[in-house]
C-alpha cells in the first residue's frame, strides 16, 4: 500500500466518523430530563411448526427437543406451545384385534402430548428452549411461540436508549400440595423482582417427573414474582423453575430516562382474572385483548400470558397458548359433562415510552 491511498483510507474513515460524533454530542441535551419525547419500543413474536413422531411405527419426526430465538440482540420475553393436533392412529398390518401392544399414551389424542420444558435460556437472551414427549401413537402437530423485545427503543431526538431485563437465579424446588385440590401441586417463587421490575419469561423443567402437566402459571406479589401448579401424582423429583425481571424504565447507562408502562390485564391476582367458561367437548379457543377492559391500553402489546385451571381442571386440559400483537388465545379442552373454569391475563406492555419516570 502506498503512502497516498493510505492517507486517503484515513480521509474516509474521517469522513464517516465526524457526523457520527457530532450525533453523540448534540444528543445529551435533547434528553436532559425535561423533553416530553417518546420513543417506540419495538415489540414482536416469533414461530415455529414442528412434527412429533408419536410411539407407533412412524419414528420420523423432528426433534422433542426445540430451540427458537428472538432477532440477534433481542431479548425473549415469553415461551409458549400450542398442540394442534394428534393424527389418528393407523396400526400397521396385521390389524390387531386388541388394543396395540406397544406402550403408548393413555387418550391417543392431544392429552398425551407432554410438555417437559419450557424456559429461557441461562445464557443467551434471545434463546428459548423446548422439550416434549408425545406418547400418542400418531404424530403430534405443535407450534412454538415467542414474544421478544428489542433490547434498546428505536430513535427519537438523535438517541435512543437501553432496555434492561435480567435473570433470575433458575431454582431447583418441590412443589407443595395445593390446598384445595387432590393431586395438584404448588411452586411459589416469591417476589424476585423489585418495584422497578416486573417478572417475565415464567419457565420450567420437569424433568424426572413423567406425569405432570400444566394447570396454572400465573403472577403474584403484584407482578414481581410468579407461581405454577402441575397436576400430578406425588412428585418424585423437583423441578427447575425460571425467569427474568425487566426494568419499567428504559435507560442512559445507569440513569433512567423514560418509564414504560407495564400492566397485567384484567388484574395482577389470578383469582381476578378474565373467567372462561369451557363446555364439555370440542377444544375452545378463549382470548383476552390487553384493552378490552381498558381502551387507554390500546397502545400495549400481550407480551406474558397466564392462566388458572379451576373447577373440573382434572378433568380439561391446557392445550396451549398462541400470542396475537395485543391478545393473547388459549386453548382448552374439557372432559367433564359440567362447565369447566378457567381465569385468563396477560402481562400487557406499551410499545411507546412514556413521560416522566415512574
Ligand atoms: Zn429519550
Redesign the pocket.
Known amino acids: 500500500m502506498t503512502a497516498q491511498s493510505r492517507y486517503r483510507i484515513a480521509a474516509a474513515l474521517g469522513a464517516l466518523i465526524a457526523p457520527l460524533a457530532l450525533v453523540a454530542t448534540t444528543s445529551a441535551p435533547a434528553?436532559a430530563g425535561t423533553s416530553s419525547?417518546k420513543?417506540q419500543i419495538y415489540e414482536y413474536k416469533v414461530e415455529k411448526y414442528i412434527r412429533l413422531a408419536g410411539v407407533g411405527t412412524d419414528t420420523v419426526g423432528d426433534s422433542p427437543t426445540q430451540t427458537l430465538s428472538c432477532d440477534p440482540g433481542d431479548i425473549v420475553l415469553d415461551g409458549m406451545w400450542s398442540i394442534k393436533n394428534v393424527d389418528q392412529y393407523n396400526p400397521p398390518p396385521p390389524d390387531p384385534d386388541g388394543p396395540p401392544t406397544t406402550t403408548g399414551g393413555v387418550y391417543n389424542d392431544a392429552r398425551d402430548v407432554y410438555v417437559v420444558s419450557s424456559y429461557p435460556d441461562q445464557f443467551d437472551p434471545r434463546r428459548w428452549n423446548f422439550e416434549f414427549d408425545n406418547r400418542a401413537y400418531g404424530d403430534a402437530q405443535v407450534k412454538l411461540f415467542l414474544t421478544c423485545i428489542r433490547s434498546f427503543t428505536e430513535y427519537?431526538?438523535s438517541?435512543r436508549?437501553d432496555i434492561k431485563v435480567r435473570n433470575v437465579a433458575p431454582i431447583q424446588a418441590f412443589t407443595a400440595p395445593h390446598a384445595t385440590y387432590t393431586d395438584r401441586y404448588v411452586y411459589d417463587r416469591g417476589a424476585v423482582c423489585t418495584a422497578d421490575e416486573m417478572f417475565v419469561a415464567p419457565g420450567f423443567d420437569l424433568t424426572g417427573l413423567a406425569d405432570h402437566r400444566l394447570v396454572a402459571t400465573y403472577p403474584t406479589n403484584s407482578g414481581r414474582g410468579w407461581e405454577w401448579e402441575f397436576g400430578a401424582s406425588a412428585p418424585a423429583a423437583a423441578p427447575w423453575f425460571y425467569g427474568k425481571c425487566i426494568e419499567r424504565r428504559v435507560f442512559d447507562g445507569a440513569t433512567p430516562?423514560?418509564s414504560v408502562g407495564m400492566k397485567h390485564m384484567p388484574s395482577a391476582s389470578f383469582a381476578s382474572g378474565f373467567t372462561v367458561s369451557v363446555p364439555l367437548g370440542d377444544q375452545q379457543e378463549s382470548r383476552y385483548s390487553c384493552d378490552q377492559d381498558d381502551n387507554s391500553l390500546h397502545g400495549y402489546k400481550a407480551m406474558v400470558g397466564w392462566f388458572w385451571m379451576g373447577n373440573h381442571w382434572d378433568d380439561s386440559w391446557y392445550l396451549g397458548m398462541e400470542p396475537r400483537p395485543k391478545t393473547r388465545a388459549y386453548v382448552f379442552w374439557n372432559f367433564n359433562g359440567t362447565p369447566a373454569q378457567a381465569k385468563i391475563g396477560t402481562l400487557c406492555i406499551n410499545s411507546r415510552t412514556s413521560f416522566p419516570l415512574p
Open positions: 434528553d419525547h420513543h427519537t431526538n438517541h436508549h430516562r423514560h
